[in-house]
């Protein structure tokens, strides 16, 4: 005797009863089979799930012609395969075919929500199955978005047309950001409405349920969303919209709580645009900690209404797409502040020395990764001289950011005092050491003397600077290496080298010569020859423009060629000629001052600024005076004529003279005042041998 066992089969709500068994019953017809039940030994009707064309007849789903019996359970062998006469889901994206599924009524009720189908209305067809497939697919199209446009755009194009013809999306203005508690009332902004396209695409998903083309005065009421509904709409504490949104989950349109919050989030011209009955769910989007919006599902009268598995389908699609804007506004703000801090720890504009012009870029990483350690700066100092520096934290994070902010910060205060470029790397290193053990950058410092055209730099551990000179040729220069910035206990070196008048001073991190596609030696090597080509294109008598020598040399990346973000300073030396330079020594006696009148008037004849000599007079007499009261060495005096007229006394004082207002009874005070008010600029510098007080004047 065969053995056998006995297994319960239970029928889902799309499967189709068994012809001559009432529908009505709890489970339907079921087959005994004495023997296994494959899909070969099926036959077409059954295999297809066509209804037999004899009414109150069972055809046999085996090869046995025993007779169908009702019953909760059939029994089959042992070593029977499994069950396979249940009807297959519909693959995704083809909707289903008429007589594949089993009608979900039941006396002319609806089984899920069990209320009245109206008559001549089109049945359901939709399975659990493409349900669960669709909200899948929804929910990965969602959650592909990065920003808040791309998160809104994602929701409208994942439900219209596949589950929606229409969908208002409703935010918060402004959207709360993390933990911040928002203040003043909440306030709703229409961000997006879509409706379904009058050429409808269903591939790649299934619709509710099939409609006829709607014609193109059916389609007047969706298309007209936007100048329908109010784009601002203020949630009124205690109001129905706000309990409504405080409730959370989605309600049908015709719900007692949703007819009373469609107007106040509409408006009363908006209103009309909800079709009747359940046609048109509200789902509020609920973040991480609050309601952040609400989204708002519309369907023709034509075509099925909304059933109650659609509200968790839209639950899920505003959970998935609330949490997506939560996240996008939080990645948002910290992108902000993340440029906002690379923005202020590299300075907004350069300055402009005398007898040099400046040029800079800087380039990310990546646009999703926009801060780094790389850093420029041009630092005036005293005797026109101007500190050109460019360095490299390790790493590109907010951390690598903060720690370039403060070695630059650090740069500038050790320029402020003159130091020697070896000296200010060497105090930039013990600053490196305090912030940390790990803390690694490289750095290469300068200084241009205009005057005496010379440039004096030291390094640590950066690539080398390339000087282009007047004639085309690129030079990478010579200078001792050093050790990275962080190591502790290394001397740096500097070396002084001549900068001719017309040549050009390249400074740049690592990440415009090294990537994956070649080390660092053979990218200054194309660096060096694209500056000389670029050289060509103007001729030996006159370099290339600075601003586009700037941009070549950056278009020599090419696509997939930079891993690391970009610093670029580049110096144009114009120099000051001997000419323009008068220089004297004056002993700290009484009678300074007036010779320091006497020698500017003469210098001031000889270049042709006879008409600056009272103005010129008057404010070097105040300075030198103020110099020689308490300077024990030479006072120096210096004159430089570029395109202003500018003034240098120098002393052995460290102490910086202060602007202040003097008294009626004072006899002195009124030296700096004069200055301040005759003078365009003026200022004080503190060097290591003493301090320097300039001025400058309009040549008119």
């Not at 349920?209 to 329908?228: F, K, Y």
């Not at 012009?357 to 999703?368: F, V």
Request: proline fraction near 10%.
């Amino acid at each position: 005797m065969e053995s056998t066992r006995v297994t319960e089969h239970p029928t889902s709500s799309y499967e189709r009863p068994q012809t001559g068994v009432d529908p009505a019953e709890h489970r339907g017809a079921l087959v005994r089979s004495p023997k296994p039940l494959g899909a070969a030994a099926l036959p077409a009707q059954a295999r297809t799930g066509e209804t037999p064309s004899s009414p109150g007849t069972t055809t046999p789903r085996g090869k046995g012609k025993e007779p169908p019996v009702n019953g909760p359970e059939h029994s089959q062998p042992a070593a029977a395969e499994p069950d396979t006469h249940r009807p297959r889901p519909t693959p995704e994206g083809i909707p289903p075919q008429p007589g594949a599924g089993q009608e979900r009524s039941v006396g002319g009720q609806d089984r899920r929500t069990g209320r009245g189908l109206p008559p001549g209305r089109p049945k359901p067809k939709r399975r659990d199955g493409d349900r669960l497939r669709f909200v899948g697919a929804a929910t990965r199209r969602i959650a592909r978005g990065i920003d808040l446009d791309e998160i809104v755009m994602g929701l409208c194009r994942a439900t219209v047309p596949t589950f929606s013809d229409a969908i208002l999306v409703y935010l918060r203005d402004p959207l709360p950001v993390g933990d911040e508690r928002p203040t003043g009332p909440v306030v709703l902004r229409l961000r997006r409405t879509d409706r379904i396209p009058e050429e409808r695409d269903t591939e790649g998903g299934f619709l509710p349920v099939p409609a006829p083309e709607p014609e193109p005065s059916e389609l007047t009421g969706l298309s007209e969303l936007s100048s329908l509904t109010a784009e601002l709409c203020e949630v009124r504490p205690g109001g129905a919209l706000n309990e409504v949104l405080r409730g959370v989950r989605p309600v049908f349109a015709d719900a007692p709580a949703a007819r009373a919050a469609l107007p106040e989030l509409l408006g009363e011209s908006g209103e009309s645009v909800v079709p009747g009955g359940q046609h048109a769910i509200l789902a509020p989007l609920r973040g991480r900690r609050r309601v952040i919006g609400a989204a708002l599902f519309l369907r023709r009268p034509e075509r099925l209404a909304f059933e109650a598995d659609d509200l968790l389908v839209a639950a899920q699609l505003a959970t998935h797409s609330a949490l997506g804007i939560d996240k996008a506004v939080l990645y948002g703000r910290e992108a902000y502040i993340a440029d906002e801090l690379q923005r202020t720890m590299l300075p907004e504009t350069l300055p402009r020395p005398t007898g040099v012009r400046l040029a800079s870029r800087y380039l990310p990483a990546a646009e999703t990764a926009r801060v780094g350690g790389d850093w420029y700066d041009a630092i005036p100092l005293p005797g026109s001289r101007v500190a050109l520096v460019v360095g490299d934290v390790m790493g590109h994070s907010m951390t690598s950011a903060a720690i370039m902010g403060q070695l630059r910060t650090t740069a500038q205060t050790l320029a402020g005092l003159d130091l020697p470029p070896q000296e200010v790397l060497h105090h930039l290193d013990e600053q490196a050491q305090r912030l940390g053990t790990d803390r690694m950058a490289t750095c290469l410092y300068a200084v241009y003397d205009p005057v005496s055209h010379r440039i004096t730099i030291a390094n640590a551990g950066h690539p080398p600077p390339v000087l282009l000179h007047l004639g085309g040729r690129a030079e990478v220069l010579r200078v001792p290496p050093g050790a990275p910035i962080g190591v502790g206990g290394v001397d740096f070196e500097a070396v002084e080298l001549d900068a001719p008048a017309g040549a050009t001073l390249l400074l740049y991190t690592d990440g415009l010569v090294e990537s994956r596609l070649r080390d660092v030696w053979t990218g200054i090597e194309q660096l060096r020859e694209k500056l000389a080509a670029t050289a060509q294109l103007t001729g030996p008598d006159h370099p290339p423009p600075l601003e586009a020598l700037c941009d070549e040399v950056l278009d020599m990346l090419g696509p997939g060629d930079r891993d690391d973000d970009i610093a670029l300073l580049a110096a144009r030396f114009d120099g000051i000629a001997p000419s323009d330079v008068a220089y004297w020594f004056l002993e700290p006696e009484d009678a300074a001052p007036g010779r320091a009148r006497r020698l500017a008037r003469r210098a001031l004849d000889r270049w042709g600024l006879e008409e600056l000599s009272d103005s010129v007079e008057l404010l070097v007499s105040e300075v030198v005076t103020n110099a020689v009261r308490y300077a024990s060495r030479p006072v120096t005096l210096r004159l430089l004529r570029t395109d202003v007229l500018r003034c240098e006394v120098g002393d052995d004082v460290p102490q910086l003279p202060r602007l202040r207002q003097a008294r009626a009874t004072d006899e002195g005070g009124r030296g700096l005042y004069l200055v301040n008010k005759l003078a365009r600029r003026w200022g004080a510098t503190r060097l290591s041998t003493g301090k320097v007080v300039w001025f400058e004047l309009n040549r008119g």
